[in-house]
């Protein structure tokens, strides 16, 4: 029903700016909260950014914010993570998500996920 593709992820220096893209088919796209989670090795999955039904309800993880910016494009069934500020910290493969459970900041509130794409920041 919804299918997720992702985009944008690289190697960079800190404090360098990225922008990663997740492309998504279906009908039903806005109706959907998009998130945005990352998985370091060794690490469990975490939540990063959330973009609700509606565009102006967001939400971000601490370690992010300030420094990241969620957005849609319901014409273009997109979601974007401009990410600035780049901190080696923030080294992990990124994974868009689509799901309507409120509880968006649980890997378990989606029903979709794309393949994730990996973003290095050196120092």
């Known amino acids: 029903q919804v299918q997720l593709v992702e985009s944008g992820g690289g190697l960079v220096q800190a404090g360098a700016s990225l922008r990663l893209s997740c492309a998504a088919s279906?009908?039903?796209?806005?109706?959907?909260?998009m998130g945005w989670f990352r998985q370091a090795p060794g690490k469990e999955r975490e939540f990063v950014s959330v973009?609700?039904?509606?565009?102006?309800?967001?939400d971000y993880a601490d370690s992010v914010k300030g420094r990241f910016t969620i957005s849609r494009d319901n014409a273009k069934n997109t979601v974007y993570l401009q990410m600035n500020s780049l901190k080696p910290e923030d080294t992990a493969v990124y994974y868009c998500a689509a799901g309507r459970s409120s509880w968006y900041r649980r890997v378990y509130a989606y029903d979709y996920w794309g393949q994730g794409t990996q973003v290095t920041v050196s120092s």
């Open positions: 973009i609700k039904w509606s565009g102006s309800n967001t």
């Open positions: 279906g009908r039903t796209f806005s109706s959907y909260a």
